[in-house]
């Protein structure tokens, strides 16, 4: 079978940093993702791991093990419009399909 | 990246009723999927449209219930048919791009609500 998973909430206050963390199994992979969704909005892609590693994009950095099944979003010098879940999601190999955990609701706090 | 038009954005609709819901791309993509997420919840793959063959379904959806067209490389149709209040949910076509970066870009999805 095929499972993400990640903390339900996270709390932070602006300017602070944050983790949000993914663990994973599933048969077959491929790359882990992350997208952003606010509420009433459409999810929006965030950075993407295929390989072992860090990732930067601006504010934002993606860390994948894949011996550890494991990854993390970074999120630095927190902004209130960054309250909005967030979902990992792992890229499988059978049907290249994309496969999203249950997402993180992040609360930026003033 | 890519935009992509999905509509209805909102429907209200009778129990034992069909909607098809469409999506267009501005570009030419092979995949196209489609989603379904509740308000709060996770996104849960319908299925995988390819242009030129028929959709391939993940457990727990039929084709019967959620027959998908996929006519060009442009454009998809999601239809919920026989619908039921469960069918009630958000549903989202999404398109991958590049070169198995793992980036998919998404429609702005349709509210489905079924009385």
């Known amino acids: 079978g095929q499972s993400l998973e990640q903390p339900s909430e996270v709390t932070a206050v602006e300017g602070a940093i944050v983790q949000i963390n993914c663990t994973y199994q599933t048969s077959g992979f491929y790359g882990l993702s992350w997208y952003q969704q606010h509420d009433g909005g459409a999810p929006t892609f965030l950075s993407y791991?295929?390989?072992?590693g860090l990732e930067e994009t601006g504010r934002f950095s993606s860390f994948l093990s894949r011996s550890d099944s494991y990854g993390y979003l970074l999120l630095q010098e927190l902004q209130m419009k960054d309250s909005a879940s967030y979902f990992c999601a792992v890229r499988v190999t059978g049907g290249f399909k994309t496969i999203f955990g249950a997402g993180t609701r992040l609360f930026v706090k003033a | 990246s890519a935009v992509i038009s999905q509509k209805p954005s909102r429907d209200i609709c009778q129990r034992g009723t069909s909607l098809t819901i469409q999506c267009q791309v501005d570009?030419?993509?092979?995949?196209m999927f489609w989603y379904r997420q509740q308000p709060g919840q996770s996104l849960t793959l319908i299925a995988t449209a390819n242009q030129g063959s028929e959709a391939t379904y993940e457990s727990g959806f039929v084709i019967d219930k959620f027959p998908i067209s996929r006519p060009n490389l442009t454009f998809s149709t999601l239809t919920v048919s026989n619908m039921s209040p469960e069918d009630s949910s958000i549903y989202l076509c999404?398109?991958?791009?590049?070169?198995?970066?793992?980036?998919?870009?998404f429609g702005s999805g349709t509210q489905l609500s079924v009385l």
């Open positions: 791991n295929g390989l072992d």
């Open positions: 570009s030419q993509v092979t995949m």
């Open positions: 999404s398109v991958e791009i590049g070169q198995g970066e793992g980036k998919l870009f």
